[in-house]
Structure formats: structure tokens, C-alpha cells
């Protein structure tokens, strides 16, 4: 049988009227308590202790949550760069670390665990939701694209067969005419992609006032719509993985199992608001979008609670939660969350950082620091396996 509502237990435990905490009476919480049934007995003290995890992990989840999505906008104020300050970089690349570690160290193992326990385990079921599930990622981010980008007609396309628009497609060679030797591919791009830092996307070496002005506001739209795409991702990912994870640990009634998982969503949760907090400032810049960054970020704190409320309904519902249908449900749930984890670490996070562009412009102590943040949060949250 599944938990009774909680305030049921409650009325047991300090019973009915001023008897409750801080004073409150039956009305406290309504109909729920008062429509208690007449053979309705005492919940088990392991039952009442795993309610009670669940209820108070809610709110201190929730509370996670919101410290970690506005911790970005109170650093990019005293940071010299605002949000494209080196450190808060770091420190987003920390909880790309823990959230690599979530998905293949804990969220991972505990599908196969589900799986197995299912009795299905002839198969490697989690790695294959796992794969079709970042494939579902790539195809929504692929749509998205082409959604706020365009795409050019078939006839166009079959024109735009330059590799980059500072590459001669004969020779492959870039077009330089006052150049002795030619520079192999991978030079010329990296001087490419400096100038288009500076002229948009007009060719490298023009140097017309103009045209580099056209082309900086083309570039700053560029990359306003590139951010917008990174929030779009990993706002969807991130939802997604919160309500699912929010809805196994509602669904818990193992103590330890429930302690467990409460340490490992309180552990990731807040580095996944930072890491989304930064998103959306690189999306729009700081002081504008508003609206579009608040929406984002509360659904994303709310996300994690409304899976556990969910959870908590759903283990109320069913006579038993060790049916082969509930273990292949969750098992397949945790999978997805997995696969959709593994895709925006490394697909939409560590790209940011990891690329010549970007090594180029920051020197020998900070790439460092940057691959030892990455390092360190995927080994801090790995050793959380140990006790979780």
C-alpha cells in the first residue's frame, strides 16, 4: 500500500488541534486530515521517516535551485568581464564536471541496476535509451537551428561548397595574395576566425569601416542567436532530467535509497542552475531579455519539486512500487535522463571552452585551471557513488 497523505501522519504523530507544530490546528491541512478514514492505521516509522526526507528534500531542493541559477547574476557584477569572466567560466566548467559524473557514474548505473532488477538484463537496454535519447537531442537541437538560422534552397546549397569562406576551393589554399607560404588549413582558420571576430562575416583582410560595422552587428546578432540556441538545449535537457529525477525520489520509500538520492540531486542540482544562470546571460546579454531569462530559470527551479509531488501521487496510488512495470519505467526514465545529461555536457558545454578559438585568447594558467574545474567536479561527484 502505498504512503497516506501527510496529514494523516502528522495527526498521529502530535495529534489533532493546538497539539501540531507551531500551534496550528486541524485546519492545517484541510479536508486531507479530516477525511481520514476510520481503519486507517499508523504508517510504519521507516514509512513516516521516508515521508518526511521526501517532504523537507523538497523544499531544500527547491531552495538549491534558486541560489544556483542566481548566483551568475550576482557574480557577473563584481567580475572585471560580467558573465565572460574566466572564473565564473571555471566555475561553470566544475558543474559540467558533476553533471558528466551524474549522468554516467550515477544515473547510468542505477538504469542498469533498474534494468536488471526488471529482470532484463540478456540486453544492454540502458545504453541503447541512453544513445537514442541524445540522438532525440541532437535532432531537437538540429530543428531549432534551422528554425532560428534558416536553410538555403537546394540550389543554393549545392553552390555553398566552400569549406570556409577564407579557403580557395581549387587549391585549398587560403586567399592571401601577399602570402610567401602557404599556411596549412587549420592556421588559416584560426586567422579567420579572428577576423570575423572583428568584420562579422565578411572575408578575412577586409578591412573597410563600413563593412566591419555591418559585419560586427551581424556578428553580435550571431551570437545573441547562438546563446538563445545553448538556452533553448539545455533549458529543455535540464527540465526534462529534473522531473524525472524529482519523480524517483518522490516515488522512494527505502530509507536509505531516499537519503541516497537526496545527496546526489543536492549535490548536481545547484551547478546545473549555475551552469543554466550563465546560459542565459550569454543568450542575452546582461539587463536585457528579462522576462524570456525569468521563465527559463523558475521553471527550471520548480522543475525537480513538481517530479517529487509527482512521485509522491504516483507511490501513493500503487499497491506496490517492486512490479516489474514500475522498475522498467523508472529504469527507462533514469536512462533518458542520462542520455540528455551526456549530450549537453558534451555537446553544448564543453565545446564553449574547449576549441582553438577559445584556448587561443586565455593563457597557460587559465586553460589549466579550466580542464582542472572540469576534473575536479567530475571526481567529486563520482566519489559521492561510494556512500550513494
Given at each position: 500500500m502505498g504512503s497516506p497523505p501527510v496529514a494523516w501522519i502528522v495527526e498521529e504523530i502530535w495529534g489533532p488541534g493546538p497539539g501540531w507544530p507551531c500551534g496550528r490546528g486541524v485546519d492545517t491541512f484541510g479536508v486531507a486530515a479530516a477525511?481520514?478514514?476510520?481503519?486507517?492505521?499508523r504508517p510504519s516509522e521507516a514509512m513516516e521517516e521516508s515521508l518526511v526526507i521526501r517532504v523537507v528534500g523538497l523544499f531544500a531542493i527547491l531552495l538549491i535551485g534558486i541560489v544556483g541559477v542566481t548566483l551568475p547574476f550576482i557574480l557577473s557584477k563584481y567580475t572585471p568581464n560580467g558573465v565572460?569572466?574566466?572564473?565564473?567560466?571555471?566555475?561553470?566548467?566544475?558543474?559540467?564536471?558533476?553533471?558528466?559524473?551524474a549522468s554516467l557514474v550515477h544515473l547510468f548505473q542505477d538504469a542498469v541496476e533498474g534494468f536488471q532488477d526488471a529482470g532484463e538484463d540478456g540486453y544492454p537496454y540502458t545504453g541503447l535509451v541512453v544513445l537514442f535519447s541524445a540522438l532525440l537531442m541532437l535532432g531537437i537541437e538540429t530543428i531549432a537551428t534551422m528554425t532560428l538560422y534558416g536553410t538555403a534552397s537546394a540550389a543554393d546549397a549545392e553552390r555553398n561548397i566552400k569549406p570556409h569562406a577564407c579557403m580557395d576551393v581549387e587549391t585549398s589554399h587560403p586567399i592571401d595574395e601577399h602570402a610567401d607560404v602557404p599556411r596549412s588549413s587549420s592556421e588559416n582558420l584560426l586567422e579567420c576566425t579572428k577576423s570575423v571576430s572583428v568584420a562579422g562575416d565578411e572575408k578575412c583582410g577586409d578591412t573597410d569601416e563600413g563593412k566591419a560595422s555591418v559585419g560586427s552587428r551581424d556578428s553580435t546578432e550571431k551570437k545573441e542567436k547562438k546563446g538563445l540556441l545553448s538556452l533553448v538545449i539545455l533549458s529543455f535537457a535540464l527540465y526534462i532530467h529534473s522531473v524525472i529525477l524529482g519523480f524517483s525520489f518522490g516515488a522512494q520509500t527505502d530509507d536509505s535509497a531516499t537519503v541516497g538520492l537526496l545527496i546526489a540531486i543536492v549535490a548536481h542540482k545547484g551547478f546545473a542552475g549555475f551552469a543554466l544562470g550563465v546560459s542565459a546571460l550569454e543568450a542575452f546579454g546582461e539587463g536585457r531579455g528579462m522576462k524570456a531569462k525569468l521563465l527559463s530559470l523558475c521553471v527550471f527551479v520548480i522543475a525537480t519539486p513538481v517530479g517529487i509531488a509527482a512521485g509522491i501521487g504516483y507511490e501513493e496510488s500503487v499497491s506496490d512500487t517492486n512490479t516489474r512495470s514500475y522498475q522498467l519505467t523508472t529504469s527507462t526514465l533514469t536512462a533518458i535522463s542520462s542520455g540528455m545529461l551526456l549530450y549537453i555536457v558534451f555537446m553544448e558545454m564543453l565545446p564553449k571552452t574547449f576549441n582553438v578559438d577559445f584556448i587561443s585568447k586565455h593563457s597557460t594558467f587559465q586553460n589549466l585551471v579550466f580542464l582542472s574545474m572540469l576534473v575536479l567536479g567530475a571526481a567529486l561527484m563520482s566519489m559521492l557513488a561510494i556512500w550513494t
Amino acid at each position: 500500500m502505498g504512503s497516506p497523505p501527510v496529514a494523516w501522519i502528522v495527526e498521529e504523530i502530535w495529534g489533532p488541534g493546538p497539539g501540531w507544530p507551531c500551534g496550528r490546528g486541524v485546519d492545517t491541512f484541510g479536508v486531507a486530515a479530516a477525511n481520514k478514514p476510520q481503519n486507517w492505521e499508523r504508517p510504519s516509522e521507516a514509512m513516516e521517516e521516508s515521508l518526511v526526507i521526501r517532504v523537507v528534500g523538497l523544499f531544500a531542493i527547491l531552495l538549491i535551485g534558486i541560489v544556483g541559477v542566481t548566483l551568475p547574476f550576482i557574480l557577473s557584477k563584481y567580475t572585471p568581464n560580467g558573465v565572460y569572466d574566466w572564473r565564473i567560466h571555471a566555475a561553470a566548467l566544475f558543474g559540467a564536471g558533476v553533471l558528466a559524473s551524474a549522468s554516467l557514474v550515477h544515473l547510468f548505473q542505477d538504469a542498469v541496476e533498474g534494468f536488471q532488477d526488471a529482470g532484463e538484463d540478456g540486453y544492454p537496454y540502458t545504453g541503447l535509451v541512453v544513445l537514442f535519447s541524445a540522438l532525440l537531442m541532437l535532432g531537437i537541437e538540429t530543428i531549432a537551428t534551422m528554425t532560428l538560422y534558416g536553410t538555403a534552397s537546394a540550389a543554393d546549397a549545392e553552390r555553398n561548397i566552400k569549406p570556409h569562406a577564407c579557403m580557395d576551393v581549387e587549391t585549398s589554399h587560403p586567399i592571401d595574395e601577399h602570402a610567401d607560404v602557404p599556411r596549412s588549413s587549420s592556421e588559416n582558420l584560426l586567422e579567420c576566425t579572428k577576423s570575423v571576430s572583428v568584420a562579422g562575416d565578411e572575408k578575412c583582410g577586409d578591412t573597410d569601416e563600413g563593412k566591419a560595422s555591418v559585419g560586427s552587428r551581424d556578428s553580435t546578432e550571431k551570437k545573441e542567436k547562438k546563446g538563445l540556441l545553448s538556452l533553448v538545449i539545455l533549458s529543455f535537457a535540464l527540465y526534462i532530467h529534473s522531473v524525472i529525477l524529482g519523480f524517483s525520489f518522490g516515488a522512494q520509500t527505502d530509507d536509505s535509497a531516499t537519503v541516497g538520492l537526496l545527496i546526489a540531486i543536492v549535490a548536481h542540482k545547484g551547478f546545473a542552475g549555475f551552469a543554466l544562470g550563465v546560459s542565459a546571460l550569454e543568450a542575452f546579454g546582461e539587463g536585457r531579455g528579462m522576462k524570456a531569462k525569468l521563465l527559463s530559470l523558475c521553471v527550471f527551479v520548480i522543475a525537480t519539486p513538481v517530479g517529487i509531488a509527482a512521485g509522491i501521487g504516483y507511490e501513493e496510488s500503487v499497491s506496490d512500487t517492486n512490479t516489474r512495470s514500475y522498475q522498467l519505467t523508472t529504469s527507462t526514465l533514469t536512462a533518458i535522463s542520462s542520455g540528455m545529461l551526456l549530450y549537453i555536457v558534451f555537446m553544448e558545454m564543453l565545446p564553449k571552452t574547449f576549441n582553438v578559438d577559445f584556448i587561443s585568447k586565455h593563457s597557460t594558467f587559465q586553460n589549466l585551471v579550466f580542464l582542472s574545474m572540469l576534473v575536479l567536479g567530475a571526481a567529486l561527484m563520482s566519489m559521492l557513488a561510494i556512500w550513494t
